[in-house]
């Protein structure tokens, strides 16, 4: 059994999830250190965003490739 891994296609959705948690992650980095307050609340909500982004981009290049 041979596994090759080429760049293509799944390239777009890979750059989509880095740049998604990282524009999350330098956005909350100021939030403070209020571990229950409505801080951390948007913050999670931010990182479910941008696990919604990134499952989205690779169902997209699944059904594209």
């Known amino acids: 059994m041979e596994f090759t891994v080429t760049f293509g296609w799944w ?4 750059v989509i999830t ?4 990282g524009t999350v992650t330098f956005m909350s980095r ?3 250190n ?3 307050g409505a ?3 948007i913050a999670a909500g ?8 990134s499952l ?5 290049w ?4």
Do not use: E, H, N, R
């Open 46 to 53: 931010f990182y479910l965003l941008a696990a919604v982004v």
């Open 18 to 21: 880095l740049l998604s948690f």
């Open 62 to 65: 699944a059904l594209l490739a």
């Open 30 to 32: 100021d939030m403070g």
């Open 11 to 14: 390239l777009i959705p890979a």
């Open 39 to 41: 801080g951390a609340v």
């Open 56 to 60: 989205l981009a690779w169902l997209i």
């Open 34 to 36: 209020d571990q229950y």
